[in-house]
């Protein structure tokens, strides 16, 4: 996986809920794989941090603990263009609103998409995707 990383030279990377949620549950993957980024620019969209701060069950201690996580990246908001290319996204792929949201923001922040979601991900055009579970850079 670092090779692949090293390769593409990219600095900006942009993490999908999944990952977070993967690395807060201490999976080695995903581990990994921070161990791996962290000299880079961590970022993660406006409904990355939506989705993992609203997910079920957490305790106000849990919850405590993801938003001190989550001051380790920039939170990347929806701007103009943001929007317009979630609307066209979403028009071309037939992406959920989230999904569609978070592709057009890794390509307006010129990022690296990381995330398990292959499926809707890895077939918008233009956008950076890493899945560091099969360490493929597409």
């Given at each position: 996986?670092?090779?692949?990383?090293?390769?593409?030279?990219?600095?900006r990377y942009l993490i999908d809920t999944n990952?977070?949620?993967?690395?807060?549950?201490?999976?080695?993957?995903?581990?990994?794989?921070?161990?791996?980024?962290?000299?880079?620019?961590?970022?993660?969209?406006?409904?990355?941090?939506?989705e993992v701060l609203a997910f079920p069950d957490?305790?106000?201690?849990?919850?405590?603990?993801?938003?001190?996580?989550?001051?380790?990246?920039?939170?990347?908001?929806?701007?103009?263009?943001?929007?317009?290319?979630?609307?066209?996204?979403?028009?071309?792929?037939?992406?959920?609103?989230?999904?569609a949201l978070i592709s057009a923001t890794s390509?307006?922040?010129?990022?690296?998409?990381?995330?398990?979601?292959?499926?809707?991900?890895?077939?918008?055009?233009?956008?950076?995707?890493?899945?560091?579970?099969?360490?493929?850079?597409?």
């Amino acid at each position: 996986m670092k090779g692949i990383l090293e390769m593409n030279g990219t600095d900006r990377y942009l993490i999908d809920t999944n990952i977070l949620i993967y690395f807060l549950q201490g999976e080695e993957v995903a581990s990994s794989f921070f161990k791996n980024i962290m000299d880079k620019e961590l970022c993660i969209s406006l409904i990355n941090k939506i989705e993992v701060l609203a997910f079920p069950d957490i305790s106000e201690n849990e919850e405590t603990e993801i938003k001190q996580f989550l001051l380790n990246f920039v939170t990347l908001n929806v701007d103009d263009p943001v929007a317009e290319e979630t609307i066209r996204i979403r028009k071309m792929y037939k992406l959920k609103l989230g999904d569609a949201l978070i592709s057009a923001t890794s390509i307006m922040h010129d990022a690296v998409l990381v995330s398990r979601n292959e499926k809707d991900f890895g077939k918008v055009d233009g956008l950076k995707f890493l899945n560091p579970y099969s360490a493929e850079m597409k």
